[in-house]
């Protein structure tokens, strides 16, 4: 089944808050951090008040990620067992740099029982881990892996390589094309990370279209303002959809069917077009069925 996965809001473990406004807004699906956003002394709490959150109940169909903090960090087994306990659509790891990583995280799952449905997100924003991209997506063939995609980190990124985070992000271009070739290969989602300036609206539709246009399936976002243009943008629009399901309908044609390439509307349509138009109708399909 094709999940719409356009918009992935972070929100704070260690505020009820807004765990509880997550309940009632329009993100495809919500990520419930344990890392950036929590302190020190905060990070028990969060456990407790991510756990509750998901045992309440009442996302509806949103996708729910818990965000873990590193595998090196001290809060590391705790986050783990909390989240194999809870049982959230899957979780997310900061800093996987290795095959090493995935194979130590999916061991920890299955020790602590976690059920297969919890899949495995890995948060690409090392110099290591956009080295080892496609050997990382490659991983996934081991199923026991769960591993479902990568959320691409460009502020760590940035921060480790010393890569200006410029408008356009030109000089971050090749990484992300990397990756994103990578997960394809493999049969893996990527999301684009958070545009940190949540004042500034168009520069974030700017990106947001960037992102699009370079593969991503969506954007991880740090403000709820961001959710309705993300998902926006990331939505096909309704003429997109509508000649997709022509050349869908004009491939099934009798006529057709033992074709490789046919006419439309004065155009040469061939068969891989077809294949990108199911795609289209899949993921319109999909948020159709969301409202």
């Not at 990124?157 to 990397?178: D, W």
């Not at 033992?258 to 993921?283: C, N, P, S, W, Y």
Request: glycine residues 6%; negative net charge; proline residues 6%.
């Amino acid at each position: 089944m094709t999940r719409p996965r356009r918009s992935l809001l972070f929100m704070p473990g260690s505020n009820p808050r807004a765990l509880d406004k997550g309940r009632n807004l329009p993100a495809d699906g919500l990520i419930l951090d344990l890392e950036d956003s929590v302190a020190p002394d905060a990070k028990a709490q969060a456990r407790e008040q991510i756990a509750q959150a998901i045992a309440d109940k009442g996302f509806g169909k949103r996708e729910i990620l818990i965000r873990l903090n590193s595998l090196d960090a001290p809060w590391w087994d705790d986050d783990l067992a909390m989240a194999a306990r809870a049982q959230p659509d899957g979780i997310l790891v900061p800093k996987v740099s290795s095959v090493q990583d995935l194979a130590t995280i999916a061991t920890r799952l299955n020790v602590l029982g976690a059920g297969t449905e919890v899949r495995v997100w890995a948060m690409i924003e090392t110099a290591r881990a956009v080295l080892h991209a496609e050997e990382l997506a490659a991983a996934s063939r081991d199923v026991n892996t769960r591993l479902a995609g990568f959320v691409f980190g460009p502020n760590d990124i940035s921060r480790e390589t010393r890569i200006r985070m410029l408008p356009g992000r030109a000089a971050m271009v090749p990484m992300i094309t990397h990756c994103i070739l990578a997960t394809r290969a493999h049969g893996l989602e990527i999301l684009d990370g958070p545009y940190s300036d949540f004042s500034n609206p168009d520069g974030f539709a700017v990106e947001c279209a960037q992102a699009r246009d370079l593969g991503f399936d969506g954007k991880t976002l740090i403000h709820p303002g961001q959710i309705d243009a993300c998902n926006a943008i990331f939505t096909p629009p309704p003429d997109e959809v509508a000649t997709a399901r022509k050349i869908i309908a004009a491939f099934e044609l009798p006529e057709n069917a033992a074709r490789g390439a046919i006419q439309l509307d004065g155009k040469m349509v061939e068969r891989l077009h077809a294949d990108m138009a199911r795609r289209t109708i899949e993921i319109a399909d999909a948020i159709a069925a969301l409202r």
